[in-house]
């Protein structure tokens, strides 16, 4: 009896750590991403605030919706770190 | 032979170099002039300089009748009283810009070579100021907008006039201009998507307006502000419109905007301050 409430604690409490780690992880690759984006000039406006709420929703214990936010942030940066390479040859199509 | 046929092949390698080869100030504004002369034949060029309004006639008949009591009059005033109150020191922005500023708006912006930045109106207003010992202004609206006002009203009718002729001031007008035609923010839109490629076309009840003669007529009374601002206020919230994260104003971005803008509209009146909506 012993063994299986340790054994379930232990699941337990292993998972809850991976999911802070996994939220935390994803807030801090979000950051990078932010900071990448800025450092060609090519921010989107809301980065920032979508990383503020991924970082409420870590701190609610709401992970799912913290690494989900995060991860929008992340996608936004690789599409702004194209639009750099094209900004370097962006001239009128006329 | 041989030689001909390593004259010809060389040619062949540098053609595609060539007529890459970027094209100069001059050359582009010619070409942004006929495109806009293309699209609104009907509009003279002089008309360029009243945005919207030179292209739909109710918003004109409104604009005119806004004009009898105009929305920029009390900026004027406060830009006047400004420029008349001494520094500390004794002097004042006339120590800075001289007693006859009617050719002082039709100086900026400017290209610093010594300094290898772009100089613009509110920046030597601020410079005037902290040169002084004074507080310089906050740079989107309020005292700088209403010494801009008084220094654009004063300098009416006088034309733009920028010429980058230096490889240094040539790289600042490129910047602007990239950075006017490269897509940005989460809308993916330039600035010429707007006021280029779609001017004279509807952005939910609104007009756009055309870029050429966008910085004739600033600082303005925005409607929508309820306030005065600068070009650079604008320009960010034009950014934000389209997702981006916007460049602090007289950020270098928004000055070589300025720059690149200004050259496009070069022989266009200055008529600032102006009222949009």
Same mark, same amino acid.
Not at chain 1, 71 to 85: G, T, W
Not at chain 2, 34 to 55: I, M, R, T
Not at chain 2, 79 to 96: D, I, M, Q
């Given at each position: /009896?012993?063994?299986?409430?340790?054994l379930a604690?232990?699941?337990?409490?292993?998972?809850?750590?991976?999911m802070?780690?996994?939220?935390?992880?994803a807030i801090?690759?979000?950051?990078k991403?932010?900071?990448?984006?800025?450092?060609?000039g /090519?921010?989107?406006?809301?980065?920032?605030?979508t990383?503020?709420k991924?970082?409420?929703?870590?701190k609610?214990?709401k992970?799912k919706?913290?690494?989900?936010?995060?991860n929008?942030?992340v996608?936004q940066?690789?599409e702004?770190?194209?639009q750099?390479?094209?900004?370097?040859?962006a001239?009128p199509?006329f | /032979?041989?030689k001909l046929?390593?004259s010809?092949?060389?040619?062949?390698i540098a053609l595609p170099?060539v007529?890459?080869?970027?094209s100069t100030p001059?050359?582009d504004?010619?070409?942004?002039?006929?495109y806009?002369?293309k699209?609104?034949?009907d509009v003279k060029?002089e008309?360029f300089?009243n945005?919207?309004?030179?292209?739909?006639?109710d918003?004109?008949?409104?604009w005119?009748?806004?004009e009898?009591f105009?929305?920029?009059?009390l900026?004027i005033?406060k830009? %006047?009283?400004?420029?008349?109150?001494? *520094?500390? &020191?004794g002097?004042s922005?006339?120590s800075?810009?001289?007693e006859d500023i009617?050719g %002082?708006r039709?100086?900026?912006p400017?290209?610093?070579?010594?300094?290898?930045?772009?100089v613009t109106?509110?920046?030597?207003?601020?410079?005037?100021?902290?040169? &002084?010992?004074?507080?310089?202004?906050?740079w989107?609206?309020?005292n700088?907008?209403?010494v801009?006002?008084y220094?654009?009203?004063?300098?009416r009718?006088k034309?733009?006039d920028?010429?980058?002729?230096?490889?240094?001031?040539?790289?600042w007008?490129d910047?602007?201009?990239k950075?006017?035609?490269a897509k940005r923010?989460?809308?993916?839109?330039?600035?010429?998507d707007?006021h280029?490629y779609n001017?004279n076309r509807k952005?939910?009840?609104?007009?756009?307006?055309p870029a050429?003669?966008?910085p004739?007529? *600033?600082?303005?009374?925005r %409607?929508k502000?309820?306030e /005065?601002?600068?070009l650079?206020r604008r320009?960010?919230?034009?950014n934000k419109n389209?997702r981006?994260?916007p460049?602090k104003?007289?950020?270098?971005e928004?000055?070589a905007?300025e720059?690149?803008?200004a050259?496009m509209? &070069?022989g266009l009146?200055?008529?600032g301050?102006?009222?949009r909506?």
């Amino acid at each position: /009896m012993k063994f299986k409430f340790l054994l379930a604690s232990l699941v337990l409490g292993l998972s809850s750590t991976a999911m802070a780690g996994g939220a935390q992880d994803a807030i801090d690759a979000a950051k990078k991403a932010q900071k990448e984006a800025a450092a060609v000039g /090519m921010e989107w406006r809301d980065m920032g605030k979508t990383i503020k709420k991924a970082e409420e929703a870590a701190k609610d214990g709401k992970e799912k919706k913290a690494i989900k936010l995060a991860n929008i942030v992340v996608m936004q940066s690789k599409e702004s770190l194209k639009q750099a390479e094209l900004a370097k040859t962006a001239g009128p199509r006329f | /032979m041989k030689k001909l046929i390593s004259s010809v092949a060389l040619l062949i390698i540098a053609l595609p170099f060539v007529t890459v080869q970027a094209s100069t100030p001059a050359e582009d504004t010619e070409a942004f002039r006929s495109y806009f002369k293309k699209a609104v034949p009907d509009v003279k060029f002089e008309d360029f300089q009243n945005g919207v309004y030179a292209l739909d006639a109710d918003s004109r008949e409104q604009w005119i009748e806004i004009e009898e009591f105009p929305p920029y009059e009390l900026a004027i005033d406060k830009g %006047t009283e400004l420029w008349e109150k001494p *520094f500390k &020191n004794g002097k004042s922005f006339a120590s800075c810009f001289g007693e006859d500023i009617s050719g %002082t708006r039709a100086k900026y912006p400017y290209h610093d070579e010594a300094q290898d930045t772009i100089v613009t109106l509110e920046g030597d207003i601020n410079k005037c100021l902290t040169d &002084n010992g004074e507080k310089p202004y906050k740079w989107k609206k309020g005292n700088i907008a209403a010494v801009s006002a008084y220094i654009a009203y004063e300098g009416r009718g006088k034309k733009v006039d920028v010429h980058p002729k230096t490889d240094k001031a040539k790289a600042w007008y490129d910047k602007g201009k990239k950075f006017f035609y490269a897509k940005r923010g989460q809308l993916n839109l330039a600035c010429a998507d707007c006021h280029v490629y779609n001017f004279n076309r509807k952005v939910r009840s609104e007009l756009l307006s055309p870029a050429l003669g966008h910085p004739t007529h *600033f600082p303005v009374f925005r %409607t929508k502000w309820g306030e /005065m601002g600068t070009l650079h206020r604008r320009y960010g919230g034009c950014n934000k419109n389209i997702r981006a994260k916007p460049f602090k104003a007289q950020s270098d971005e928004y000055k070589a905007l300025e720059y690149f803008q200004a050259v496009m509209s &070069n022989g266009l009146e200055l008529n600032g301050p102006g009222a949009r909506k």
